[in-house]
């Protein structure tokens, strides 16, 4: 079963804060996180992992609620690049390696 | 920057037509993977191969679909008797690691058009 990501659009200004959720109803074995441009191939954000550790980039913090089986991303200060459709995938548990994206959700920010 | 190519970009076919679809991973790479995403919608899981051999696939990946490792640089993604519903862009992904742990590589994708 796919993710759930909300919201499914955010229209935000310049400089504005951000959190874009994802929860799932099956256990999960990691979380990761992609932003595709219009036209463009998904590009690597975060991977939060079961137990704790996080990989990603510096400018991009992410919580993931094992218990709760949810991951919420935070864009701080907002940048117009920062524009685009955001994924989250899920892995569950027996050996699985391909993700489970949600249905994106979309970010427009403004000047 | 190392980076995942396809070919062709863009591909037009006729229904019941085969489609073979490229892509060379990154070179140190071991893991590859194909998803589709269907015009506005998410991106999904095809499959996922390594060391020869597919490890997990998706529902989507039924007998129509195969792939192959022909020499040590390419990874195919073939499609048999197409059908409309197959249209969509098909990304080629890489990994060093698992894709369970590891950060993905997305080639630019393949535009696949069955008429």
């Known amino acids: 079963q796919q993710p759930v990501q909300s919201p499914q659009a955010v229209i935000l200004r310049e400089g504005e804060d951000a959190v874009i959720n994802c929860s799932s109803s099956?256990?999960?074995?990691?979380v990761h996180w992609y932003r595709q441009k219009h036209g463009e191939a998904p590009v690597f954000l975060m991977i939060l992992l079961k137990g704790g550790e996080q990989k990603g980039h510096e400018k991009i913090s992410a919580s993931f609620n094992e218990k709760k089986q949810q991951s919420s991303l935070y864009l701080t200060a907002s940048q117009l690049s920062y524009s685009g459709t955001y994924f989250c995938?899920?892995?569950?548990?027996?050996?699985?390696?391909?993700?489970?994206f949600g249905k994106g959700t979309h970010l427009i920010i403004q000047p | 920057e190392p980076e995942v190519t396809q070919t062709p970009s863009h591909q037009v076919t006729q229904m019941g037509q085969e489609v073979i679809l490229r892509c060379v991973p990154i070179?140190?790479?071991?893991?590859f993977y194909w998803y589709r995403q269907i015009l506005g919608q998410k991106v999904e899981f095809l499959v996922s191969f390594y060391n020869n051999e597919i490890s997990e696939k998706s529902e989507i990946f039924d007998d129509q679909f195969s792939v192959e490792r022909p020499d040590g640089s390419n990874f195919t993604l073939k499609i048999r008797s197409t059908k409309l519903e197959d249209s969509a862009m098909y990304f080629c992904?890489?990994?060093?690691?698992?894709?369970?742990?590891?950060?993905?590589?997305f080639g630019e994708g393949s535009r696949l058009t069955v008429l």
């Open positions: 992904a890489s990994s060093g690691t698992s894709g369970r742990i590891g950060e993905l590589f």
């Open positions: 099956k256990a999960l074995y990691s």
């Open positions: 995938g899920t892995v569950s548990g027996g050996g699985a390696d391909g993700l489970t």
């Open positions: 070179s140190n790479h071991l893991y």
